[in-house]
């Protein structure tokens, strides 16, 4: 069984950085596309960034393009979501999640198999 464990949200203040991370355990991660979504009270599950080993590619959506950095270390199995330049628009609760397979796109909450608990991330002077 497949586990993903987030950490490293907390409140920052606007223009700050912040780093999550994504544990995985249960399987190797490079056999993974894994992504980041968040969720603010209210709104719909909204895709950040993902990233596929196998093609060492990344994706992001565009309101954290140029700020939001994803990347993987495969020696830890842990996959990292590097945040700069944070505005209060960014507060959310952040979600790791996993998937072998992408069946239809990497924005797509409903092609992801495995989802972790969410850490928050608040961005507020």
């Known amino acids: 069984q497949v586990q993903l464990v987030e950490s490293g949200g907390g409140l920052v203040q606007p223009g700050a950085s912040l780093r999550l991370s994504c544990g995985v355990s249960g399987e190797t991660v490079t056999k993974y596309a894994i992504g980041w979504f968040r969720q603010s009270p209210g709104k719909e599950r909204e895709f950040v960034a993902a990233?596929?080993?196998?093609?060492?590619?990344?994706y992001y959506a565009d309101s954290v393009k140029g700020r939001f950095t994803i990347s993987g270390d495969s020696a830890k199995n842990t996959v990292y979501l590097q945040m700069s330049s944070l505005k209060p628009e960014d507060t959310a609760v952040y979600y790791c999640?996993?998937?072998?397979?992408?069946?239809?796109?990497?924005?797509?909450?409903?092609?992801?198999?495995?989802w972790g608990q969410g850490t928050q991330v608040t961005v507020s002077s």
């Open positions: 990233f596929r080993w196998t093609y060492g590619s990344t």
């Open positions: 999640t996993g998937s072998r397979y992408i069946l239809s796109s990497y924005s797509d909450p409903g092609t992801y198999d495995y």
